[in-house]
């Protein structure tokens, strides 16, 4: 679960990462958000994170700062 830390609000869920080929670090998570079947299957609701957004991260949450959206649609 990806939470915004300055809102408190469930952005979705992490459902890939990007990786520097060169370096081998992650520079962005894939979040889908949270709306209709259609849209997830289409992926049609991702939303990058950029890696400097994320301020804690666990095996069941990551917590993000505000940041500009990159709308992947």
């Known amino acids: 679960?990806?939470?915004?830390?300055?809102t408190a609000e469930c952005m979705?869920?992490?459902s890939d990462i990007e990786i520097d080929e060169?370096?081998?670090r992650i520079t962005e998570l894939i979040?889908?958000?949270?709306n209709g079947f259609l849209s997830a299957l289409f992926h049609l609701s991702e939303t990058?994170?950029?890696?400097r957004a994320i301020t804690a991260m666990s095996e069941d949450f990551?917590?993000?700062k505000s940041f500009e959206f990159d709308e992947n649609t």
């Open 1 to 6: 679960m990806v939470i915004d830390v300055n």
């Open 12 to 14: 979705g869920y992490v």
């Open 22 to 24: 060169r370096t081998g």
């Open 31 to 34: 979040v889908r958000r949270k």
């Open 48 to 51: 990058s994170v950029p890696w």
């Open 62 to 64: 990551v917590l993000v």
